[in-house]
């Protein structure tokens, strides 16, 4: 499907919530899978990254029941999955196939497991050695670096490990696997990424501790199944932010968004840029915080974007570099080489379709260099069938004169279903 967007040169004025965040409903369903009992998930993003975490589950002999945005699972605890008869396909999602290679690599049968085409060119490796370290059997394409994968269920030595990518997805597998590990496995973590399988692990019953840099998992006997709240998505929350900061006079909120210190790299980023934005009426849900973000059309400046705060804002990139095309100077941002790893390579796929829109953006070895304030005009541009940057497009043409043309534009049902409506609806 193309899509086109037509500039609003009315200002926007909403209150408004987001769907589910994907991070969290992901974790939900696995985890709730594992547990003893029943437990209902409200809030479950019903995008397919999340409806093929749900499928994988169902394969492997859970009971899953989804109506509206709410989700059923009768958990068979940590040791009763079922061999699948058939392989697990996870789609577009990097999350659902690397946390359940971690699951899978402990169960006492074999799995197959692949993905989209997308997903059969992403790194395995990265969950494939460490898991391998704890005695874990997983052969892998290309040298055991690719999707698909045959994963042969093991028993798992307990381990200490220092992460060598920031990746919450493969912290998370790691952890997923020492819950059935022979003893405490410590990981360290030189840069914090998000935490929220932590979270709910020990929100189900797990014993995770944090200490500095150090995650220490001592195996549970089990895990309980509790109800969980999903917040809506700070990344999905993001795109709405950056419209009301670039369309002229706007003034939304948005209400309900996990603002999970670990995710909120991109409000302090926007912050930093000069964003008349804030952070109201937080509040705790199932372990996690949540809240109101107020924002007012702003006057954006320049920055530097590098260092620690990138796994805080890592899916957010290719918004924020629309800020930065609105903004007075220039923005830099460096350390960011995962983007190269993401859906698309989100260096090359931001820089490519946003100079096709007159924007002036430079691509760098680990991010990019953009200065702000062009004249923006409206182009066929092509989403390289990536959700979020077909969303950062839509966003941008909203500012930007005349029509923008987004080719494969219904990609963004991957996290966010109903984005275009959205998007009319301001
Ligand atoms: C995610 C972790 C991040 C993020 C992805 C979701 C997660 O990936 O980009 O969208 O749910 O753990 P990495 O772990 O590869 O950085």
């Known amino acids: 499907m193309d899509k086109i967007i037509k500039s609003k040169n009315k200002k926007l004025k909403q209150v408004l919530s987001v769907p589910g965040d994907k991070s969290i409903s992901h974790r939900a369903v696995m985890f709730s899978s594992l547990a003893y009992g029943e437990t209902e998930i409200e809030g479950f993003l019903n995008g397919d990254d999340c409806l093929s975490t749900i499928s994988c589950f169902k394969k492997l002999g859970v009971t899953i029941t989804f109506q509206n945005d709410k989700v059923k699972v009768i958990g068979k605890g940590l040791r009763r999955l079922s061999a699948p008869s058939e392989i697990l396909d996870v789609g577009n999602s990097g999350t659902t196939l690397r946390l359940l290679t971690g699951i899978l690599s402990a169960q006492n049968f074999t799995t197959n497991i692949t ?117 809506g998505d700070i990344s999905s929350a993001a795109f709405f932010i950056v419209a009301a900061l670039i ?49 007012k059309y702003s006057h954006l400046k320049g920055t530097v974007i590098e260092g620690a705060i990138i796994p805080r804002l890592i899916d957010e990139i290719p918004i924020l570099a629309v800020a930065a095309m609105f903004a007075e100077g220039t923005t830099v941002i460096k350390n960011a080489e995962e983007l190269k790893v993401k859906e698309s390579n989100r260096i090359k796929t931001v820089v490519n379709e946003f100079q096709k829109l007159g924007a002036d953006i430079v691509e760098t070895d680990d991010g990019m260099i953009i200065t702000g304030g062009k004249m923006l005009y409206g182009a066929e541009v092509e989403s390289h069938h990536d959700h979020r940057i077909a969303m950062a497009l839509a966003i941008c043409a909203l500012a930007t004169n005349g029509e923008t043309l987004i080719k494969n534009a219904d990609c963004v049902d991957i996290s966010f279903p109903k984005f275009y409506e959205y998007i009319e609806s301001l």
């Open 247 to 295: 369309c002229k006079d706007s003034h939304l909120i948005i209400t309900n968004v996990g603002v999970n210190i670990t995710r909120t790299g991109i409000i302090t980023a926007l912050k930093e840029m000069g964003a008349d934005l804030s952070v109201i009426n937080r509040r705790e849900l199932c372990g996690e915080f949540v809240a109101d973000i107020e924002v």
């Open 115 to 231: 993905g989209d085409a997308s997903i059969q060119k992403r790194p395995m490796d990265r969950v494939i050695k460490p898991l391998s370290q704890m005695g874990a059997d997983i052969i892998g394409k290309d040298g055991g670096t690719l999707a698909p994968l045959t994963i042969h269920g093991k028993n798992l030595k307990a381990m200490d490990y220092t992460m060598t990518v920031s990746s919450a997805q493969v912290k998370s597998a790691i952890m997923l696997a020492s819950l059935y590990a022979d003893g405490e496995t410590v990981i360290e973590e030189p840069v914090a990424t998000r935490n929220h399988t932590e979270i709910m692990l020990n929100y189900l019953g797990a014993n995770v501790k944090t200490v500095g840099k150090k995650i220490i998992c001592t195996p549970p006997e089990e895990l309980f199944a509790k109800k969980i709240i999903v917040p």
